[in-house]
């Protein structure tokens, strides 16, 4: 633990101005980032007597080891910047919201020529239209179901469009009228878009109007005595109401607002936000979070907007934000709203009628969603746990492994020979440390060999990562000199396992035991899980270690095993069907996609690109005459593919066909 007076700055030092802070630890890792209106007051706050502070603040700055800081000239860009910090190094002492789920929303990718619906879950993307995020697909699913009959836009893929396109007949969307059928002409690209267009305002919540014209089209076509139409139109309007009323009304006045309500304890904290438009829930998610830092329902609120509207600007920042605690600078957060949506924003408490009672409503949603985060976490932390425990006793290792790493080894045949890692942290995959290797020391099939390499050059990369960091300098150079400056962001192979585990026996187990004395790397344990009979084998031992069938210890390196194995398996596949996709171009040194992909286009196939002389080959835009001079010589080197057959003729094909951009005219079968 450092002394904060060790590193406080001298007096003065700080500027009496907005900022963004940053706290390091002796490593250079950052470890908090804060805001100020006041730089020298908000620093001064943490070194004053540490019994004085909360001991999560107290915790922070006994492990820092520096603090610096960045002057900005506005609040505004304070808060922006500490979103964006928070973001880019992921600071183990700040509150980070985790979503419970992934939530899933409805998409109109009106950035493309025939805009598209369909349900997407992530980041969101440019030139799309979101609505929600809903709870659960199928309820997206179904609403969309309803609305395809007054609105037949477009839902299929690219693929299964283009192949429309290809034979001259819609899909059976197109023949049950909930599709307009835009692939075979039905529609302009214009009269699809404006469908769109009116699929996305009902969503939006403007939906009264469009009734209303249903209605009068409906009476009208009746009093025409065009009694097919007006029934037609009839059920329009009844699945459009059935679609508003999936989602409930709340507010009378048609308001549009987000609503976030917090429930907290001493350790964890569950946000759940209501999106509201039109008076209707449209859409509901939720976090929670580890109270990691001194912070209120105030400090939660704000972190929680930062959050939420952080990547978001116009309608999707909603004209008003109800929260039950004001954050501390609230004309800030009001400006910084505003900046993001173009407009004024509303942030308030609810006091009384319709959005007070919603309120409460949104706060119970988070009462029960702390509750069932407490339930699933305390269950599962108690098996994971014992798991840990019995690995530990097993393998009669001095505490219980927080950190197991595994490898796995996989090829074809002695093909494509590659490599994984896979981690768990307290019991649990943490995706964003896996890793994936190229097997480079020999060609062809040997495990041993293998697994030695991957070993060796995932721990070689430890080590270099500890002298970056000066805690570990070599034994033979007595003055490594000052570490390197780091950036503070988390490194890839920066944080040691305390246990290895192979996938294999004695002979993998060995290779990767040795691959780590070689390197003088000896608080390791290594252990290796054998498929045939689930044994669990230490180095130099004899007889493997058996553990009871119903051991959560051998349930656990039994996913971990697993879990390197998927993951092994699915990058050597990806690399197999890049090979068997790869042509003679590919093997030109300088050639990209896209002057790849002009060469195909322009002469129609790679067939008919061999037989072209080097100044037709010049005649592509982007080729140059040694370009073209180096394509002609790699096709005339490139070894002609066997004649294609049709399997169910026996026919020699001839290949006068284009090939696809970017695609080899050679045709390949897998053994």
Same mark, same amino acid.
């Given at each position: 633990m450092a002394d904060p007076s060790s590193y406080r700055p001298e007096p003065g030092q700080i500027p009496d101005s907005p900022g963004v802070y940053k706290f390091r630890d002796e490593h250079r890792r950052v470890i908090y980032v804060g805001k100020a209106k006041s730089l020298r007051q908000r620093l001064a706050s943490y070194f004053q007597d540490i019994a004085g502070l909360h001991p999560r603040t107290a915790t922070m700055v006994t492990t820092a080891a520096s603090v610096e800081w960045t002057v900005v000239s *506005? $609040?505004?860009?304070?808060?922006? =910047? &500490?979103?964006?910090? @928070?973001? &880019?190094?992921?600071?183990?002492?700040?509150?980070?919201?985790?979503?419970?789920?992934?939530?899933?929303?409805?998409?109109? *990718? =009106?950035? %493309? &020529? #025939?805009?598209?619906?369909?349900?997407?879950?992530?980041?969101?993307?440019?030139?799309?239209? #979101?609505?929600?995020? #809903?709870?659960?697909?199928?309820? @997206?699913? $179904? *609403?969309?179901? !309803?609305? !395809?009959?007054?609105?037949?836009?477009?839902?299929?893929?690219?693929?299964?469009?283009?192949?429309?396109?290809? @034979?001259?007949?819609?899909?059976?969307?197109?023949? @049950?009228?909930?599709?307009?059928?835009?692939?075979?002409?039905?529609?302009?690209? &214009? $009269?699809?878009? %404006? =469908?769109?267009?009116?699929?996305?305002?009902?969503?939006?919540?403007?939906?009264g109007t469009y009734l209303s014209r249903l209605e009068k089209e409906m009476h009208a076509a009746a009093e025409e005595m065009e009694y097919e139409k007006a029934a037609r139109l009839r059920d329009d309007i009844g699945a459009l109401r059935r679609a508003m009323e999936k989602n409930a009304v709340v507010l009378a006045d048609a308001t549009d607002a987000d609503l976030i309500a917090v429930a907290e304890d001493e350790l964890e904290a569950a946000v759940q936000i209501f999106h509201v438009r039109g008076g209707r829930v449209r859409g509901q998610r939720g976090w929670v979070t580890d109270k990691v830092e001194a912070v209120d329902t105030a400090g939660l609120v704000e972190h929680a907007l930062q959050q939420l509207y952080g990547e978001e600007k116009g309608e999707a920042v909603p004209k008003e934000v109800l929260v039950p605690a004001l954050p501390e600078d609230t004309p800030t957060l009001n400006q910084w709203l505003a900046e993001r949506r173009g407009s004024q924003v509303s942030l308030r408490i609810p006091q009384r009628g319709d959005k007070k009672a919603l309120m409460e409503t949104v706060h119970r949603n988070a009462l029960q969603s702390l509750a069932l985060h407490k339930t699933k976490r305390a269950s599962d932390l108690t098996t994971r746990s014992r798991a840990l425990e019995e690995i530990a006793e097993a393998l009669d290792l001095d505490s219980a492994p927080l950190r197991i790493e595994c490898f796995d080894i996989s090829h074809l045949q002695g093909d494509d020979v590659v490599a994984s890692m896979v981690v768990f942290e307290d019991g649990l995959a943490r995706k964003s440390e896996y890793r994936r290797f190229q097997i480079k020391s020999h060609l062809g099939q040997d495990d041993v060999r293998s697994m030695h390499e991957v070993v060796s050059r995932r721990f070689r990369r430890y080590l270099q990562e500890k002298l970056k960091t000066g805690e570990w300098a070599p034994e033979d150079d007595g003055d490594a000199g000052p570490a390197p400056e780091d950036d503070g962001r988390p490194k890839r192979f920066a944080y040691p396992p305390q246990l290895v585990v192979v996938d294999g026996g004695q002979p993998q187990v060995a290779a990767a035991k040795r691959a780590l004395e070689e390197l003088g790397i000896d608080d390791v344990a290594v252990c290796g899980l054998a498929k045939r009979l689930e044994e669990v084998w230490l180095p130099g031992e004899d007889d493997p270690v058996v553990l009871p069938r119903t051991s959560e210890g051998l349930y656990l390196l039994q996913r971990v095993r697993d879990e390197a194995h998927r993951f092994a398996i699915q990058y050597q596949r990806s690399k197999r069907g890049k090979r068997l996709k790869s042509g003679p171009l590919d093997e030109v040194p300088g050639l990209g996609e896209s002057r790849k992909q002009a060469l195909v286009k322009h002469f129609g196939s790679v067939k008919k690109l061999k037989q072209a002389t080097i100044d037709q080959i010049c005649e592509v835009p982007g080729i140059g005459r040694k370009t073209a001079e180096t394509v002609a010589a790699a096709l005339a080197q490139a070894v002609p593919a066997g004649p294609a057959v049709n399997t169910a003729t026996g026919e020699i094909i001839e290949d006068e066909t284009p090939a696809p951009a970017g695609a080899s005219s050679e045709r390949g079968t897998e053994q």
């Open positions: *506005t $609040e505004v860009e304070a808060l922006q =910047l &500490e979103y964006s910090w @928070i973001k &880019e190094f992921d600071p183990r002492f700040n509150v980070k919201y985790r979503d419970d789920k992934s939530y899933p929303s409805l998409a109109v *990718t =009106l950035g %493309e &020529e #025939y805009p598209r619906v369909q349900v997407m879950r992530g980041p969101k993307k440019k030139g799309v239209r #979101y609505f929600g995020p #809903y709870g659960h697909a199928w309820a @997206i699913r $179904e *609403t969309v179901d !309803l609305m !395809l009959r007054v609105f037949p836009v477009r839902t299929c893929s690219a693929g299964v469009f283009k192949r429309s396109a290809q @034979i001259g007949r819609p899909c059976l969307l197109g023949y @049950i009228g909930k599709c307009s059928a835009p692939c075979v002409g039905k529609v302009t690209p &214009e $009269e699809h878009r %404006e =469908l769109a267009e009116d699929f996305c305002d009902f969503m939006a919540g403007r939906t």
